[in-house]
Protein backbone atom coordinates (compact mmCIF):
# COMPACT_ATOMS: atom_id res chain seq x y z
CA UNK A 1 0.00 0.00 0.00
CA UNK A 2 3.01 2.84 0.91
CA UNK A 3 6.17 2.33 -0.41
CA UNK A 4 8.91 5.11 0.36
CA UNK A 5 12.68 5.02 -1.63
CA UNK A 6 15.40 7.32 -0.57
CA UNK A 7 13.20 10.03 0.21
CA UNK A 8 14.79 13.19 1.26
CA UNK A 9 13.94 16.74 2.37
CA UNK A 10 15.92 19.64 2.79
CA UNK A 11 15.54 23.37 3.84
CA UNK A 12 18.63 24.96 3.08
CA UNK A 13 21.37 23.42 4.94
CA UNK A 14 18.97 21.24 7.45
CA UNK A 15 18.38 17.95 6.21
CA UNK A 16 15.06 16.94 8.08
CA UNK A 17 15.21 13.34 6.33
CA UNK A 18 17.44 11.90 4.85
CA UNK A 19 17.14 8.79 2.27
CA UNK A 20 14.85 7.19 4.02
CA UNK A 21 13.63 3.93 2.61
CA UNK A 22 10.25 1.94 4.26
CA UNK A 23 7.19 -0.13 3.20
CA UNK A 24 3.98 -0.87 4.82
CA UNK A 25 1.46 -3.53 4.01
CA UNK A 26 -2.31 -3.26 3.98
CA UNK A 27 -4.10 -5.36 7.38
CA UNK A 28 -1.03 -4.37 8.87
CA UNK A 29 0.48 -1.41 11.68
CA UNK A 30 3.61 0.40 10.66
CA UNK A 31 5.30 2.40 13.42
CA UNK A 32 8.10 4.89 12.76
CA UNK A 33 9.48 6.12 15.85
CA UNK A 34 12.05 8.51 17.04
CA UNK A 35 12.25 11.89 19.58
CA UNK A 36 10.83 15.01 18.96
CA UNK A 37 12.44 16.43 16.23
CA UNK A 38 13.66 13.32 14.40
CA UNK A 39 11.77 13.84 11.05
CA UNK A 40 8.56 11.64 11.75
CA UNK A 41 6.16 14.45 10.76
CA UNK A 42 8.31 15.78 7.69
CA UNK A 43 8.23 12.27 6.92
CA UNK A 44 3.95 12.45 7.36
CA UNK A 45 3.82 15.24 5.38
CA UNK A 46 6.11 13.81 2.42
CA UNK A 47 3.25 11.19 2.33
CA UNK A 48 0.57 13.00 2.73
CA UNK A 49 1.62 15.34 -0.27
CA UNK A 50 1.58 18.19 1.73
CA UNK A 51 5.33 19.32 1.35
CA UNK A 52 7.05 18.08 -1.78
CA UNK A 53 10.09 15.77 -1.26
CA UNK A 54 13.97 17.08 -2.14
CA UNK A 55 14.56 13.67 -4.00
CA UNK A 56 12.98 10.15 -3.74
CA UNK A 57 10.03 8.72 -4.86
CA UNK A 58 6.64 7.76 -2.74
CA UNK A 59 3.79 5.71 -3.65
CA UNK A 60 0.09 4.98 -2.47
CA UNK A 61 -1.64 2.33 -3.87
CA UNK A 62 0.50 2.28 -6.57
CA UNK A 63 0.01 6.03 -6.90
CA UNK A 64 3.09 8.35 -7.38
CA UNK A 65 2.14 11.05 -4.60
CA UNK A 66 3.96 14.17 -7.06
CA UNK A 67 3.06 12.86 -10.36
CA UNK A 68 -0.59 11.21 -9.38
CA UNK A 69 -1.07 12.86 -6.27
CA UNK A 70 -5.22 13.01 -7.06
CA UNK A 71 -5.01 9.22 -7.17
CA UNK A 72 -2.31 8.81 -4.47
CA UNK A 73 -4.39 11.52 -1.93
CA UNK A 74 -7.76 9.65 -2.74
CA UNK A 75 -6.71 6.21 -0.47
CA UNK A 76 -5.07 8.23 2.33
CA UNK A 77 -6.49 9.37 5.58
CA UNK A 78 -4.83 11.64 7.45
CA UNK A 79 -4.82 12.37 11.44
CA UNK A 80 -2.58 15.54 12.31
CA UNK A 81 -0.67 15.92 15.12
CA UNK A 82 -2.02 19.14 15.71
CA UNK A 83 -5.78 18.96 15.81
CA UNK A 84 -7.45 19.73 12.02
CA UNK A 85 -10.85 20.68 13.32
CA UNK A 86 -12.99 23.56 12.70
CA UNK A 87 -14.07 24.59 16.27
CA UNK A 88 -17.00 26.72 15.52
CA UNK A 89 -18.82 23.52 13.43
CA UNK A 90 -20.98 21.03 15.10
CA UNK A 91 -18.69 17.83 15.03
CA UNK A 92 -21.36 16.17 12.94
CA UNK A 93 -20.30 19.38 10.19
CA UNK A 94 -16.72 18.90 10.62
CA UNK A 95 -17.07 14.95 9.44
CA UNK A 96 -19.46 15.91 6.51
CA UNK A 97 -16.91 18.54 5.31
CA UNK A 98 -14.09 15.89 5.19
CA UNK A 99 -16.45 13.54 3.66
CA UNK A 100 -17.67 15.66 0.95
CA UNK A 101 -14.09 16.89 0.25
CA UNK A 102 -13.51 12.84 -0.51
CA UNK A 103 -16.19 12.71 -2.38
CA UNK A 104 -18.93 11.14 0.10
CA UNK A 105 -22.73 12.75 -1.34
CA UNK A 106 -26.08 12.09 0.13
CA UNK A 107 -27.77 9.00 1.67
CA UNK A 108 -23.43 7.49 1.53
CA UNK A 109 -22.25 10.37 2.97
CA UNK A 110 -25.24 10.56 6.26
CA UNK A 111 -25.05 7.12 7.16
CA UNK A 112 -21.50 6.81 6.88
CA UNK A 113 -21.30 10.06 9.59
CA UNK A 114 -23.81 8.77 11.67
CA UNK A 115 -21.57 5.33 11.48
CA UNK A 116 -18.14 7.48 12.36
CA UNK A 117 -20.27 9.68 15.41
CA UNK A 118 -21.02 6.00 17.39
CA UNK A 119 -17.12 4.58 16.62
CA UNK A 120 -16.06 7.41 18.13
CA UNK A 121 -18.17 7.36 20.81
CA UNK A 122 -19.55 11.21 20.20
CA UNK A 123 -23.43 10.00 19.08
CA UNK A 124 -24.94 12.18 21.71
CA UNK A 125 -22.34 15.11 21.29
CA UNK A 126 -23.30 15.10 17.36
CA UNK A 127 -24.46 19.12 17.51
CA UNK A 128 -22.26 20.75 20.23
CA UNK A 129 -19.07 22.93 19.15
CA UNK A 130 -15.50 21.12 19.82
CA UNK A 131 -14.31 24.39 21.34
CA UNK A 132 -16.76 22.69 24.68
CA UNK A 133 -14.61 19.59 24.06
CA UNK A 134 -11.87 17.68 26.34
CA UNK A 135 -8.53 17.30 24.79
CA UNK A 136 -9.37 13.65 24.47
CA UNK A 137 -13.14 14.46 22.89
CA UNK A 138 -10.80 16.18 19.96
CA UNK A 139 -8.41 13.84 19.64
CA UNK A 140 -11.34 11.11 18.83
CA UNK A 141 -12.91 13.59 16.15
CA UNK A 142 -9.56 14.37 14.42
CA UNK A 143 -9.56 10.21 14.24
CA UNK A 144 -12.83 10.50 12.79
CA UNK A 145 -12.45 13.06 10.30
CA UNK A 146 -9.19 10.89 8.94
CA UNK A 147 -11.72 7.87 8.74
CA UNK A 148 -14.57 8.87 7.67
CA UNK A 149 -14.36 7.78 3.80
CA UNK A 150 -12.75 4.53 4.33
CA UNK A 151 -9.17 5.05 3.41
CA UNK A 152 -6.99 2.42 2.58
CA UNK A 153 -3.92 4.14 4.07
CA UNK A 154 -4.18 6.09 7.38
CA UNK A 155 -1.41 8.27 8.57
CA UNK A 156 -1.56 9.11 12.66
CA UNK A 157 1.43 11.33 13.63
CA UNK A 158 1.50 11.23 17.24
CA UNK A 159 -2.39 10.48 17.94
CA UNK A 160 -2.43 9.84 21.30
CA UNK A 161 -0.50 13.09 22.26
CA UNK A 162 -1.95 15.11 25.50
CA UNK A 163 -5.20 12.41 26.07
CA UNK A 164 -6.20 11.35 29.40
CA UNK A 165 -5.77 7.02 29.92
CA UNK A 166 -9.41 6.74 28.78
CA UNK A 167 -9.24 8.57 25.83
CA UNK A 168 -5.96 6.97 25.19
CA UNK A 169 -7.11 3.21 25.14
CA UNK A 170 -10.12 4.28 23.31
CA UNK A 171 -7.81 5.16 20.26
CA UNK A 172 -5.68 2.45 20.45
CA UNK A 173 -8.69 0.06 19.84
CA UNK A 174 -9.70 2.65 17.32
CA UNK A 175 -6.85 2.02 15.58
CA UNK A 176 -6.17 -1.80 16.31
CA UNK A 177 -10.26 -1.74 14.40
CA UNK A 178 -8.69 0.37 11.39
CA UNK A 179 -6.02 -2.31 10.80
CA UNK A 180 -8.67 -5.22 11.29
CA UNK A 181 -10.58 -3.83 8.75
CA UNK A 182 -8.02 -3.66 6.51
CA UNK A 183 -6.67 -0.62 6.78
CA UNK A 184 -3.14 0.04 5.96
CA UNK A 185 -1.65 2.00 9.65
CA UNK A 186 1.34 4.16 9.94
CA UNK A 187 1.86 5.73 12.92
CA UNK A 188 4.51 7.70 14.31
CA UNK A 189 4.81 8.15 18.19
CA UNK A 190 7.95 8.77 20.32
CA UNK A 191 6.02 6.11 23.07
CA UNK A 192 7.95 2.53 22.96
CA UNK A 193 5.09 1.30 24.94
CA UNK A 194 2.71 2.53 22.49
CA UNK A 195 4.95 0.80 19.48
CA UNK A 196 5.28 -2.52 21.37
CA UNK A 197 1.44 -2.41 21.71
CA UNK A 198 0.41 -1.84 18.53
CA UNK A 199 2.98 -2.21 15.68
CA UNK A 200 3.24 -5.19 13.40
CA UNK A 201 6.78 -3.90 12.21
CA UNK A 202 8.32 -0.61 12.96
CA UNK A 203 11.57 1.87 12.38
CA UNK A 204 13.49 4.10 14.76
CA UNK A 205 14.22 7.33 13.06
CA UNK A 206 16.74 9.61 14.35
CA UNK A 207 18.45 12.57 12.81
CA UNK A 208 16.54 11.77 9.55
CA UNK A 209 17.99 8.61 8.97
CA UNK A 210 16.45 4.87 9.65
CA UNK A 211 18.44 3.40 12.24
CA UNK A 212 16.92 0.55 13.17
CA UNK A 213 14.07 -1.98 11.45
CA UNK A 214 12.18 -4.59 11.58
CA UNK A 215 9.04 -6.49 13.67
CA UNK A 216 9.27 -5.84 17.40
CA UNK A 217 10.59 -9.32 18.46
CA UNK A 218 13.56 -8.80 15.83
CA UNK A 219 14.61 -5.70 16.94
CA UNK A 220 14.75 -6.87 20.70
CA UNK A 221 16.66 -9.66 19.64
CA UNK A 222 19.45 -6.82 18.94
CA UNK A 223 19.65 -6.54 22.53
CA UNK A 224 19.94 -10.37 23.44
CA UNK A 225 19.92 -10.48 27.35
CA UNK A 226 21.59 -7.05 27.68
CA UNK A 227 20.16 -4.70 30.62
CA UNK A 228 20.70 -0.78 30.77
CA UNK A 229 21.76 0.60 33.99
CA UNK A 230 22.08 4.25 34.46
CA UNK A 231 23.74 5.54 37.67
CA UNK A 232 23.47 9.33 39.02
CA UNK A 233 26.13 10.63 40.79
CA UNK A 234 29.11 12.19 40.76
CA UNK A 235 31.47 10.95 38.28
CA UNK A 236 35.11 12.60 37.51
CA UNK A 237 36.55 12.39 34.20
CA UNK A 238 37.92 8.57 33.22
CA UNK A 239 35.43 6.81 35.44
CA UNK A 240 33.63 5.35 32.49
CA UNK A 241 36.80 3.57 31.22
CA UNK A 242 37.88 2.56 34.96
CA UNK A 243 34.24 0.71 34.66
CA UNK A 244 34.89 -0.72 31.89
CA UNK A 245 38.47 -2.33 32.58
CA UNK A 246 36.91 -4.13 34.88
CA UNK A 247 36.15 -6.90 32.39
CA UNK A 248 32.80 -7.60 32.95
CA UNK A 249 30.93 -9.75 30.15
CA UNK A 250 29.44 -7.23 27.19
CA UNK A 251 29.81 -4.11 29.48
CA UNK A 252 29.45 -1.17 27.13
CA UNK A 253 29.95 2.63 28.30
CA UNK A 254 26.88 4.52 26.23
CA UNK A 255 27.67 7.51 27.77
CA UNK A 256 28.62 9.46 30.54
CA UNK A 257 29.19 13.20 32.01
CA UNK A 258 29.70 14.38 35.45
CA UNK A 259 26.66 13.40 37.13
CA UNK A 260 25.66 10.42 34.46
CA UNK A 261 27.26 6.77 33.60
CA UNK A 262 24.83 4.95 31.28
CA UNK A 263 25.82 1.29 30.30
CA UNK A 264 24.73 -1.93 28.95
CA UNK A 265 25.49 -5.27 29.99
CA UNK A 266 24.00 -9.05 30.83
CA UNK A 267 22.60 -9.81 33.96
CA UNK A 268 23.77 -6.07 35.20
CA UNK A 269 22.32 -6.66 38.96
CA UNK A 270 25.41 -9.37 39.70
CA UNK A 271 27.85 -7.06 38.55
CA UNK A 272 26.41 -4.11 40.29
CA UNK A 273 29.31 -4.71 43.38
CA UNK A 274 32.00 -4.88 41.02
CA UNK A 275 30.56 -1.19 39.00
CA UNK A 276 29.96 0.51 42.24
CA UNK A 277 34.05 -0.37 43.36
CA UNK A 278 35.33 0.85 39.87
CA UNK A 279 33.55 3.87 40.23
CA UNK A 280 34.50 4.32 43.95
CA UNK A 281 38.67 3.90 43.05
CA UNK A 282 38.23 6.30 40.27
CA UNK A 283 36.88 9.01 43.03
CA UNK A 284 33.19 8.84 42.08
CA UNK A 285 29.73 8.29 44.24
CA UNK A 286 27.02 6.67 42.99
CA UNK A 287 23.58 8.43 44.06
CA UNK A 288 20.69 6.82 42.60
CA UNK A 289 20.70 3.83 40.36
CA UNK A 290 18.16 2.61 37.43
CA UNK A 291 17.94 -0.58 35.71
CA UNK A 292 16.17 -1.64 33.15
CA UNK A 293 15.58 -4.84 30.85
CA UNK A 294 15.27 -5.04 27.84
CA UNK A 295 12.90 -3.20 25.50
CA UNK A 296 12.88 -1.09 22.76
CA UNK A 297 13.49 2.16 24.47
CA UNK A 298 16.75 0.47 25.58
CA UNK A 299 17.64 -0.33 22.25
CA UNK A 300 17.23 3.48 21.16
CA UNK A 301 19.41 4.41 24.20
CA UNK A 302 21.87 1.36 22.65
CA UNK A 303 21.92 2.69 19.45
CA UNK A 304 22.46 6.71 19.76
CA UNK A 305 23.00 6.91 23.67
CA UNK A 306 20.48 8.86 24.76
CA UNK A 307 16.98 8.77 25.80
CA UNK A 308 13.84 8.68 23.34
CA UNK A 309 12.67 11.87 24.90
CA UNK A 310 15.35 13.95 24.84
Known amino acids: ?3 VEQLTKQYGELLAVGGVNFSADEGKIFGLLGPNGAGKSTTINCISGLIPPTSGRISVDGFDIVK ?4 AKAALGVVPQELALY ?4 AIENLSYWGKAYGLRGSELKSRVEDVLGYIGLLDRARDLPKTFSGGMKRRL ?3 CGIVHKPGLLLLDEPT ?3 DPQSRQRLFEMVEAERDAGACVLYTTH ?3 EAER ?3 SLAIIDHGKIIADGTVAELKAQLGARDVLQ ?3 TFPAGTGTAVSARNINQLEVLSEDDSNLTMTLSAASEHLPAIFDAVADSGGAVKETSLRSPNLETLFLLLTGKELRE
Open 68 to 71: DGKR
Open 161 to 163: VGV
Open 142 to 144: NFG
Open 1 to 3: MLH
Open 198 to 200: LCD
Open 87 to 90: EDLP
Open 231 to 233: LTG
Open 191 to 193: YME
